[in-house]
Structure formats: C-alpha cells, structure tokens
C-alpha cells in the first residue's frame, strides 16, 4: 500500500524560473481552503500518517477513487489533485469550492441509506475525501450484471427486489431533503451496495444547500440520462429533480436496461428537453407502479411527490405484496396522483419510446 505522501500519489509543488530566481508557487486555492477548512471538525480531519492507499478501483474526470486503510477500517478515499498551472487556475477554485461544499455536506449527514463520511483534508496539491468502503460497488454495477443476464434468458429481479432496493434510496433521499440538500446527481452510479445489499446514496460532489444551487452546474456531463429537463434546460429548479431522477432509476430496476440505451447522453437530453421523451415502461409492470414512475418523472416538478411520499406508496406497495402477493388493487392518495384533475394533459404529456423493451419477470 502506498502512504498518502508518496510521489506517486502527491508529487511536490512546481517550480518556475523567474529571472535568475527560483520560485516556489502556491496554488491559488491554498488560501481558500485554509479559510474554509474549519468546515471539517477536528474529530474529522484527516491524520496522514494513518492513512494508507491500496489499488484504484474508479475515478472521474478530476478525481480518483482508491480503496484503502484508515485507523485499522477499510475506507474508499477520493483523491483531487490539482496543478498549479496558469491554464488550470479556474479549474483549481472550482474544485476547492466543490472539495468545501462536499466536505460539509457530508459531515452533517448520518443515515443508514447515506454513505458515511470518516474524514478529509488536504496535502497540497492533494485534497481527499474518506467514506466508508462498500465493496459491492454501485447499482450500477448490479442492473449491468442483470441486463447480461436477461440478455442469455436469465432471471430478472424480482418485484420483491424492486421495492426493497426503491424504499432504501427514497429513504435516504428524504432524510438528504430533509437536511435542506439537493442531491443533484442521482444515478445508478452514486448509489452503493452493502454487504447485506441495502443501498447508500453516495457522491454529493455537485450536491447543495435548498436554495443556493447555482442554476448552470459546473460539468454536467455524464448526468444527462438522469437529470430534469428544467436543469437540461438551465431554468431555476428545486429539489424535485432528485424525485425525477428517482423515476428514472425505479424504471431501470424495472426494466433491466439503461435509459435510451440506442442513444447518446446528448441525444437523450434534447429528446426529454424538445420531445418530452420517457422510456416506455413495460407491459407486465404492475399499474401502480407504472403510475409512480410516472408521477415522479412528470415534466411538471410541482406534480412530482415529496420523497416522504414515495416511501408511503413503496411501504404499502410492500405490505400488499406481503399479505397478497401483489397490490393490485392499491388506491393512490389524491394529493400524489393528480391524474384525475390534470387528465387531459397527462394523457399528451409524454412521447413513450418505440424501441420495444424487455418485460420484466417479476416473481
């Protein structure tokens, strides 16, 4: 294993020639953080010389995810670096302010559907951020292994499965709302697995407080498949886009393959923005859960249900299916399915995709 302090990991700040005088430059974030680091309490900084990186398991466009030893505990340790060059100047207090407002979101956050934070600091140019390490991997490594295997004709996941898996992220996401946070980047991807396979919802790199998110998010790219189209569009937006993109990860579950898989991210955001585009739910989906994922993707934020909500209906969903084998005949509350009232338009609302999709089994 490699200690955070190895060239290999932390390379030294770089030097410029200045004349006939060597200069040493301090990265113009340095400061910043300096200020700012008391967004991390002292239980929570990071103490290096306990810290130890073992192999690269993921990474991002400006981050690497390591798995490794903290104290005696297993820990993911996400790594930012950033160099000190002119041209990356911008680039650098971007990712600070993102390093800063991740770090302080996460500590004030304890859920047993949310990833838990250990510890972060910084080592310049390093700045490093340790949760918990779950080595399952994501949900999106799960819903890959099951689009392989209904592929070949294997089992899909059970209805059972669905609502399990669907209650720990709508869990998590209402304790993260009612903490006053948008997640903003919901997706199979941010979401890990336990070992006894309940969910955590992870990465809130571009997360924020209710009402002081910046409308532009600063790299959106990779989200499109998931995100609202009032953010595809750049409009103010609210917590509600989290409950869209909840929709779509509850269609997925569903229907074992990736949202517009025949498209690009590009081409999915213009279809949802201009063409009010869904995937079409399959056939053998029971009606009330086609009517979930239809609430909370809805074109309308105002027509999408509160997190509390959807753990209502999926908590219901559960005792039906427990004491009848399905939920049939399960009634939505007149305040989540406003369908009777807005019927008309519902009915136009969304352009369902022609590309067939394979049924679920549920059993």
Known sequence: MLDLRSPSVCAPTRTKLDGKKIRKRTPSWAKLFERSVDVVDEDHMVDLSKLFLGSRFAHGAHSQLYHGMYKDESVAVKIIRVQDEDENKELGIRLEKQFVREVALLSCLCH???????????????????????????????????????AGGGMLVSLEMIIKMGLDIARGMEYIHSQGIIHRDL?????????????????????????????????????????APEMIKKKSYDRKVDVYGFGLILWEMVAGVLPYKDMTSIQAAFAVMHKSLRPTIPTDCPPAMKTLIKLCWSSDPRKRPEFFKVVKVLEEFERLLCKQGNFNLFKYPTTLDQRKTHHHHHHHQHQQMSTPTPKPRFS
Not at 192 to 219: E, N, P, R, W, Y
């Open 112 to 150: 047993q559907n949310v990833i838990k934070f250990i510890a972060a600091g910084r080592q310049a140019p390093v700045l490093c951020i340790i949760t918990e390490y779950l080595s399952k991997g994501s949900l999106r490594t799960y819903l890959h292994k099951l689009e392989e295997n209904s």
């Open 187 to 227: 997706k199979p991807e941010n979401i890990l697995v336990t070992q006894d396979f309940h969910l955590k919802i992870a990465d809130f790199g571009v997360s924020c407080q209710d009402g002081c998110c910046d409308v532009v998010l600063d790299d959106p790219a990779g989200t499109y498949r998931w995100m």
